[in-house]
């Protein structure tokens, strides 16, 4: 069994009953096995609880019974949702200290209920304050498509361990980009979803009011599956939406037809990032996205998440701040000391003007159904390399990799992270946002990108 | 920081109204850390908002 196959292939054929979820199992730990070490992206294999789920999906199977639309398919998380048994690590070494978790998280228990099997917990950024899962506690995850270069963050172990064949479909999280630099950077297909579509019950939050979990995977349709099978209401997560779910699998085949789609000009095309736009240029031209629009005040917008950020993640850890700060990952450790810092006035207006950005993208969206921006400025930087020439300048690499993610995620818009098909380059990816509760409509932008053979997600050689 | 305000000053004195204690090996990067979001706070504070525009803390699309 190859690392290339998707996750619905092996649900058909575990269904069809042309190959048992325990030899699927076997394969994926294998796999895991053999190639970890060199990526560094799981920080937890759970060999066990793997074999223990395919066993019972291949006893439903022989009862009989449906085993669910994603029998028998590998899937890791990013170790911050919470795994019961396993200690919730969130990439910092103060976690490692706490008892096991009780239950699954809400997104685990849900696709365990859709017949996937999990293998491990992946590797991040610590407590997801980061873009390039350089972990100083748990070592840098590598990127498969070359490992002297970061895998991006804060996701960084979930992007590396699809793009590199160890696994089909993952879990991460994304507040100011962290779902969608690392599928950039590692070539894959990813999803934020729309804020409060998915629960969230049972991960550890790092900017709650912006806070989204959503998947990985190497094919759209596997995507739509994995964001399929966890939605729903959940009165664990207070913002998760309570309606009936919306699945995007079915519209896929429909493509891009009737969608008005266009390109964010401005703040989103700055010099030095030309890899980007030809990346951009290449999927608006695929799916005739002739017009371009503007997004109002995004460099502000980019300004007061960061300002959020930065105030609402150390609200959270400032007991531990007070305590230990010395056992923080030094990535994080300081910029959380300044965040608690921060001045309430300036965390309030930024709060307010996120209603009025919210406000001013509704309108944008009166005449377009999808707009196209890149998801990162440029290809996936070297492991440890401190600045990048954007916008005519050396500015420092790790803060500003989200800088075309994080104007969008603060008012919850629903991205699908797109890699362009560019062979014998590093990828880098297209973000197709949609209106808030449209993720089918990126889905279906993004199906037929790939469909028209401009978007892909092979495995890195 | 805004134009007048000390960052050390500014640091000692948030950090003491919140019992949070900074290491001398720390306070570079807080500094450094604080200007940064200084410099982003300015240009949302220096933005005419209208009064009617209330805070979105929790945020339902």
């Known amino acids: ?461 | 920081m805004p134009a007048g305000i000390d960052p050390e000053a500014y640091l000692d004195a948030a950090a003491a109204a919140i019992g949070l204690a900074i290491a001398p090996e720390h306070r570079p990067g807080v500094i450094l850390n604080l200007e940064r979001i200084a410099a982003l706070a300015d240009t949302v504070m220096s933005f005419p908002l209208p009064e009617d525009e209330e805070p979105a803390p929790v945020f339902r699309p």
């Open chain 1, 1 to 461: 069994m190859s690392g290339a196959e998707t996750a619905l292939a092996i649900a058909a054929a575990v269904r069809a009953g042309r190959r048992s979820a325990s030899d699927v199992a076997a394969a994926a730990l294998a796999r895991i096995e053999a190639l970890n070490p060199h990526l560094n992206a799981f920080t937890a294999v759970t060999a066990a609880r793997a074999q223990s789920e395919a066993a019972a999906i291949d006893a439903k199977r022989a009862r009989g019974e449906d085993p669910g639309p994603l029998a028998g398919v590998p899937y890791a998380v990013k170790n911050l949702f919470d795994i019961a048994g396993l200690t919730t690590l969130a990439g910092a070494r103060i976690e490692a200290e706490k008892p096991p978790a009780r239950a699954d998280a809400t997104a685990v228990a849900r696709l365990k209920a859709a017949g996937a099997v999990l293998v491990g917990a992946l590797n991040m950024d610590e407590y997801a304050y980061g873009f390039t899962t350089e972990n100083a506690h748990y070592g840098p995850t590598r990127n498969p498509h070359d490992t002297a270069r970061v895998a991006g963050g804060s996701s960084g172990g979930s992007a590396a361990a699809v793009a590199g064949g160890l696994v089909a479909l993952t879990l991460g999280t994304d507040t100011n980009g962290s779902i969608r630099v690392p599928s950039s950077f590692c070539g894959i297909f990813g999803l934020k979803p729309t804020y409060g579509r998915l629960s969230r019950a049972g991960s550890t939050m790092f900017v709650a009011s912006i806070d989204h979990i959503g998947p990985f995977a190497r094919s759209v349709e596997d995507l739509a599956a994995g964001y399929d099978a966890m939605q729903g209401p959940d009165p664990r997560d207070p913002v998760c939406r309570d309606a009936p779910p919306e699945p995007a699998a079915p519209g896929l085949s429909r493509g891009a037809q009737g969608l008005r789609i266009a390109t964010a000009a401005g703040y989103f095309a700055p010099a030095g990032t030309a890899e980007a736009q030809a990346a951009l240029a290449q999927a608006a031209a695929a799916l005739g996205a002739a017009r371009t629009v503007e997004i109002p005040e995004a460099a502000r917008a980019r300004a007061a998440a960061f300002v959020i950020t930065a105030a609402e993640g150390a609200s959270r850890h400032l007991a531990d701040l007070k305590r230990r700060a010395g056992d923080f990952d030094p990535a994080t450790r300081d910029r959380f000391l300044a965040g608690a810092l921060t001045p309430a006035a300036w965390v309030f207006q930024a709060q307010r003007f996120r209603r009025w950005f919210h406000g001013r993208m509704m309108e944008v969206f009166r005449d377009v159904d999808i707009i196209l921006a890149p998801a990162t400025p440029i290809p996936a930087p070297l492991i440890g390399q401190a600045t990048m020439n954007v916008g005519g300048a050396e500015i420092a690499v790790r803060p500003n990799l989200g800088m075309f993610t994080q104007p969008l995620s603060f008012i919850g818009l629903p991205i699908v992270a797109v890699p362009v098909h560019r062979p014998g380059r590093l990828p880098i990816g297209v973000q197709v946002i949609a209106a808030p509760w449209r993720e089918a409509d990126a889905l279906r932008a993004a199906f037929a990108l790939e469909q028209a053979g401009v978007a892909a997600a092979p495995v890195a050689a």
